[in-house]
Nanobody
Framework: QVRVVESGGGLVQPGGSLRLSCVVS????????MGWYRQAPGKQRELAAT???????NYADAVKGRFTITRDNTRNMVILQMNSLKPEDMAVYYC???????????????WGQGTQVTVSS
């Protein structure tokens, strides 16, 4: 069993900051990519940011320069620091991890339940 648990969402005013954290636990041999996707009401889930096991990052154009993704491989944790938040950043943010459970198996994507980020004055 692999668990993906997010924390850190909430209400923030435009221009404010939030820090999302995600911890992956359970039967894990290795974790490859980790990242954050988001889904606003009435819209499809979209990529926000991802980070490889080596630390290479990828950001959606909409968040570049404002969001920073980092990971701590010793704690199986990924963090999304969100600054200068805008109303259009409001969404449910989902953490995901590409996990290898056994060395001879295939990696699979595991998702958290999501955490709500609300940007409003």
């Amino acid at each position: 069993q692999v668990r993906v648990v997010e924390s850190g969402g909430g209400l923030v005013q435009p221009g404010g900051s939030l820090r999302l954290s995600c911890v992956v636990s359970g039967s894990i041999f290795n974790i490859f990519a980790m990242g954050w996707y988001r889904q606003a009401p009435g819209k499809q889930r979209e990529l926000a940011a991802t980070i490889s096991s080596a630390g290479f990052t990828n950001y959606a154009d909409a968040v570049k320069g404002r969001f920073t993704i980092t990971r701590d491989n010793t704690r199986n944790m990924v963090i999304l620091q969100m600054n200068s938040l805008k109303p259009e950043d409001m969404a449910v943010y989902y953490c995901y991890a590409r996990v290898l459970v056994t060395p001879d198996g295939d990696s699979e994507d595991y998702w958290g339940q999501g955490t709500q980020v609300t940007v409003s004055s």
